[in-house]
């Protein structure tokens, strides 16, 4: 059934490997914007491991071809087609020379090679490639790469692709070159190349072994001013991955540029890193706390792609997750160790929040829809649309679990064992999988089911106390819960769960672990029980009094925790749990049971009303001098509209905002001295500094003043919000100040003081694209109210002379920030924004498939929601499905509609 209706599915079972394979590449461009000559001569050989074909199948998308020769002699049997170029009955062994034509100019999808700014970039993952020449576009078909670019001089100074410069010279006609040489066999996805006028902030390092490294930062020449933070954060990560993992930068040279459209954040190209400009450009002027962060973070997850995902690749996409997984997992640590170092447990558990935080929210959610599918997919339409939450961060949770399991040293034995097996090839997830388990002795079989099975786990905990024994039993069982049919086929049996817990003592200390059958407690007081079975008891002995358990603490397993604290219990762990991540966790569980509580109240017109207890539980983190204000800030930050509502029996963004909004008003007025004292203890004067402390002050203090913004009577939330507007000698401060007065005004249908401030932010920064991204996405995620709905300011500012519907971050800053961060204004009850939005994914589909199919996602969840939506969501998504040409859509929309 589902095969005849979706004819091109494409099945992990069905990998064989290519019946040819290439060795070398050899690629001259002649590039013109509109007519691109490529000359793409190959050494092609049979596949000794591979079935006989006596054809050579290439793909190729959206090419001219022009001819073919073999072993220098032309070749008639070569057929062009709507997927590549067929060539029958090809000898062994031979030398294969192809010309083909691109149209860089007109290319809108980004994909491939293209134009913008005028100047010349590519991008290949996944299968981008084929968009440039006909090729075994597979990543398990890899070559070395030379690489001659020839262009207009005075157009495009500079052509970069792939590893070392070998020569450059001019050319009759104004014309110049470039060869590159990248000596690293690698795949087709991770070619690049760039051509343009642009300069690089450079530096020289030596790395572990001594040797000279040129570094670069590529930009336009009027963003020279804001590389210098992408390039510390390059020096810092080719450090850190020498000290943590051993592993050393192998070319001469790294470059990064930035280019300003651009489907994601960034692509880790062998030696030539292509960024979206929003990872790479910063200033305090122009950058929050927040992009600083990101940046550190994208830069070096990228570079640490150089092992994981370049040196070692994946045999086939749905081994996706054994480079993207795993480069994540090595990015939060990263910026985990940038923060806190090996040993600040507060400073690290900020990130390690924040991370969790985003997986609850998103990964949590795409588990539950549609297109919820393994670590490791079974199949794709579009592997684009499978760059996802799952394969991600999902992917990440479940390498820190083998961290978890084995320990640091543990980890890296097995990191050093995969290097040394799989260095140089294209393998699997089990492939790694294996390395971890034979470097630590272990069998690793029951933890594939990570890697195969669907859904999120739900842990439910039981325990019993007794006095008379002294004993402490902990009963867990683990399943699914109520899944949707295909995802609950994938699943198999239980897992291998990491589960760490603590036991603490009425006087909120933790008490000692000893389990049965143990010697003595042990040193740590906090233990990683290794959860296997579908119910397990782990029973603790000698508990001289009644505990309260702390459990999955630093969130060991990307599982659901059911247990029934009591409003009390978890005051005090918020007080006192000595994991500062339960800590955290401990506030939200108290804020989300009464928030639900609440907007199932608001949905019912029943009046709201919080108890003071937990007022006060709010109050005991405010005014704690002892926590650091870092993690104040994420204490005292309720969760988001989004999480709450996918907690709903039937989601209900409408009662969530009143809900969440009647609680941040009291918080508000009950504790306003508190906040006003916070906001004046916690400002930063003097010259900007991007140290984690200082952001944290700004975080805390922003938080204040945007509780402020909520008060009944908001003047003076106003005044001082306008007045850190005008005062602001950063982003951070300024953006969170005029966000303050555009929520502050909502109440009252708009005010002066936000309509100025966002005039005066709008000619400052008219010439800084991506803080009119900030403007743009502002407007789009403000509080809105009755009178002026939000969608009409988004209506017309797409109208608005710097919207542009093809650059994606312009795209993403209005369209995506009012569809999936709105909630309360784009679930309008008269189903406005479903009419936006499908309007835009059909506009989008024509341009840029990519962003299309993840703005589609916006309503995958729709039969979630509350029966007065669901029926405007599904007639939106029958339009699209009905308007809708690209593959990338498609499979979004007919999987959503199912
Ligand atoms: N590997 C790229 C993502 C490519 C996405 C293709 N649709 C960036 C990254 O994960 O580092
Ligand atoms: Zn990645």
Known sequence: MADTATPNVIRRADYAPPAFLIDT????????????VVRNTMRVRRNPDASHASNLELMGEQLEFV????????FANAHAHEHGLTLDNVPDNFELTLTSLCNPAENTTLSGLYVSGGNFFTQCEAEGFRRITYFLDRPDVMATYTVTLRASKADYPVLLSNGNLLEEGDLPDGRHFARWEDPFRKPSYLFALVAGKLVALEERVKSGSGKEKLLQVWVEPHDLDKTRHAMDSLINSIRW?????????????????????????AMENKGLNIFNTKYVLANPETATDTDFANIEAVVGHEYFHNWTGNRVTCRDWFQLSLKEGLTVFRDQEFSADMAGGA????????KRIEDVRVLRQMQFAEDAGPMAHPVRPESYVEINNFYTMTVYEKGSEVVRMYQTLFGRDGFRKGMD?????????AVTCDDFRHALADANGRDLAQFERWYSQAGTPRVSVRTRYDAAQQRYSVTLTQGYGDTAPATRETQKGPLLIPFAIGLIGKDGTDLPLQLEGEAKASASTTRVLEFTQTEQTFTFVNVAQEPLPSLLRNFSAPVIVEYDYSADQLAFLLAHDSDPFNRWEAGQRLATRELLTLAGRAATGVPLQLDDSVVAAFARVLTDETLSPSF??????????????????????????????FVRKRLANALRKDWLAVYEKHRTPGAYEATPEASGHRALKNLALSYLAELDDPAEAVRLASAQYDAANNMTDRSAALSALLNASAANGGSVAAQQALDDFYRRFEKEPL?????????????????????????KLMTHPAFNLKNPNRARSLIFSFCAANPAQFHAEDGSGYAFWADQVIALDAINPQVAARLARSLELWRRFTPTLRDGMRAALEKVASQVKSRDVREIVEKALA
Do not use: C
């Open 241 to 265: 991955d020498e000290e943590r993992f051993g592993l050393e930068l192998d070319l001469d040279r790294f470059m990064i540029v930035a280019v300003s459209d651009f489907n994601m954040g």
């Open 343 to 350: 040993t600040d447990e507060a400073a690290r558990a900020t």
């Open 771 to 795: 803080v009119i991204d900030k403007w743009f996405a502002l407007q789009a995620t403000q509080r809105g109210s009755a009178q002026r709905p939000v969608i009409e300011i988004v209506r």
């Open 417 to 425: 064992l995969y290097f040394k097996r799989h260095d140089g090839q």
């Open 25 to 36: 590449v050899v690629l001259e461009f002649d590039l013109v914007p509109e007519r691109t």
């Open 632 to 661: 104040r800030e994420l204490a005292l930050m309720l969760p988001s509209e989004a999480y709450l509502a996918e907690q709903m029996a039937e989601s209900n963004p409408a009662a969530v905002h009143a809900a969440r909004q």
């Open 67 to 74: 001819s073919a020769a073999i072993d220098g002699a032309p």
